[in-house]
């Protein structure tokens, strides 16, 4: 009977635990960590959230940029924090699959090592030469590479980035062969192409949207199936005849692995009310970053479908080394 009446006693204890951790979370400030320099597009979104959610946590927000080896530096931190909800990591895909997937870097993290929480941003690929380019339109890029294989230069923000594996796309859907030129992130791909030194780039529409729009560059396509709201006059992959070539640069919130179900529903709750608030959204779409809000099993089965689709072109790219 004592035994019966302890065992009762403990269970009625944890039913009790676990409201009352989520009514106490969070007691003090959250650490966002962004795996990419400051100013980049991922730190602005990122930021921007930050500032709107904390009011609805009630806790500051303090974002800590942990930039360095293509965002690994970062998603290692990440996993490794303890994981009690006051560390959520910024997670950027395809970048974490790659490094997971790539032998050669030694990632100190798994894709399990991440609990997906809230994504905030789909960030469209898109195809862009400087605005004096010989390429009128994304047909006239393809003939050239057709014409001279191994010549025209496309150029990425890193290896094994979702422009990498944008390019090798295209090479497989359009039967061409393009001179990959790897830099080290957006300011070096600008230089690039802006001094003539590489005929195009594969980047993002967020990190150029105000360029195309001041006439300093020119966009080709954009590699969705659907035009982007910032870009719609260009046309997309799929209405090109390349449904196949579908690239984009999702960001959002994980926590690592073994971090308490309230900790995660009470961030869930706050994060996706920021995203949806009416003073996000125009943030947002000054700096032309498209919002794409998952949760849940929704969010947990694009992370894992995403994974899914850059294990192909990782290994492809592999083998080109």
Same mark, same amino acid.
């Given at each position: 009977? /004592?035994?019966r009446r302890t065992?009762?006693? !403990?269970? =009625?204890?944890?039913?009790?635990?676990?409201?009352?951790? $989520?009514?106490?979370?969070?007691?003090?400030?959250v650490q966002m960590i962004v795996a990419f320099p400051a100013g980049g597009n991922t730190d602005i979104g990122a930021r921007i959230l930050?500032?709107?959610?904390?009011?609805?946590?009630?806790?500051? /927000?303090?974002?800590?940029?942990?930039?360095? !080896?293509? =965002?690994?530096?970062?998603?290692t931190e990440g996993a490794r $924090?303890?994981?009690?909800?006051?560390?959520?990591?910024?997670?950027?895909?395809?970048?974490v699959s790659t490094i997971v997937l790539d032998p050669e870097r030694k990632a100190a993290f798994k894709m399990d090592s991440f609990v997906p929480v809230v994504n905030q941003v789909l960030d469209p690929g898109v195809v862009w030469v400087k605005a004096d380019s010989p390429y009128k339109t994304f047909a006239d890029l393809l003939d050239a590479a057709k014409k001279a294989p191994g010549k025209i230069s496309a150029c990425t923000t890193g290896i094994l980035s979702d422009d990498h594996l944008a390019i090798l796309m295209v090479d497989d859907a359009a039967k061409v062969n393009f001179r990959i030129v790897h830099f080290e992130g957006s300011a070096q791909q600008l230089t690039g192409v802006m001094g003539g030194h590489v005929d195009c780039a594969f980047d993002n529409v967020g990190g150029i949207v105000k360029r195309v729009k001041?006439?300093?560059?020119?966009?080709?396509?954009?590699?969705?199936?659907?035009?982007?709201?910032?870009?719609?006059?260009?046309?997309?992959?799929k209405e090109l005849g390349f449904?196949?070539?579908?690239?984009?640069?999702?960001?959002?919130?994980?926590?690592?692995?073994?971090?308490?179900?309230?900790?995660?529903?009470?961030?869930?709750?706050?994060f996706l009310k920021a995203i949806n608030n009416p003073e996000?959204?125009?943030?947002?779409?000054?700096?032309?970053?498209?919002?794409?809000?998952?949760?849940?099993?929704?969010?947990?089965?694009y992370y894992a479908d995403s994974h899914a689709a850059a294990t192909k072109y990782t290994e492809w790219a592999l083998k080109q080394r």
């Amino acid at each position: 009977m /004592i035994r019966r009446r302890t065992l009762i006693a !403990a269970a =009625g204890a944890t039913a009790l635990a676990a409201p009352a951790f $989520a009514q106490n979370f969070p007691r003090k400030a959250v650490q966002m960590i962004v795996a990419f320099p400051a100013g980049g597009n991922t730190d602005i979104g990122a930021r921007i959230l930050a500032s709107i959610a904390e009011k609805d946590l009630g806790q500051p /927000i303090t974002v800590v940029n942990k930039g360095g !080896a293509g =965002g690994q530096i970062g998603f290692t931190e990440g996993a490794r $924090a303890r994981p009690d909800g006051y560390t959520v990591t910024f997670i950027n895909l395809p970048s974490v699959s790659t490094i997971v997937l790539d032998p050669e870097r030694k990632a100190a993290f798994k894709m399990d090592s991440f609990v997906p929480v809230v994504n905030q941003v789909l960030d469209p690929g898109v195809v862009w030469v400087k605005a004096d380019s010989p390429y009128k339109t994304f047909a006239d890029l393809l003939d050239a590479a057709k014409k001279a294989p191994g010549k025209i230069s496309a150029c990425t923000t890193g290896i094994l980035s979702d422009d990498h594996l944008a390019i090798l796309m295209v090479d497989d859907a359009a039967k061409v062969n393009f001179r990959i030129v790897h830099f080290e992130g957006s300011a070096q791909q600008l230089t690039g192409v802006m001094g003539g030194h590489v005929d195009c780039a594969f980047d993002n529409v967020g990190g150029i949207v105000k360029r195309v729009k001041s006439g300093e560059l020119r966009a080709l396509v954009v590699t969705d199936d659907q035009r982007s709201k910032f870009l719609p006059d260009v046309p997309t992959t799929k209405e090109l005849g390349f449904p196949s070539v579908i690239s984009s640069s999702t960001r959002g919130i994980a926590v690592p692995k073994g971090t308490p179900a309230d900790a995660i529903k009470v961030l869930e709750t706050a994060f996706l009310k920021a995203i949806n608030n009416p003073e996000h959204i125009k943030k947002m779409d000054e700096q032309g970053l498209a919002l794409k809000p998952m949760v849940g099993a929704e969010y947990a089965k694009y992370y894992a479908d995403s994974h899914a689709a850059a294990t192909k072109y990782t290994e492809w790219a592999l083998k080109q080394r």
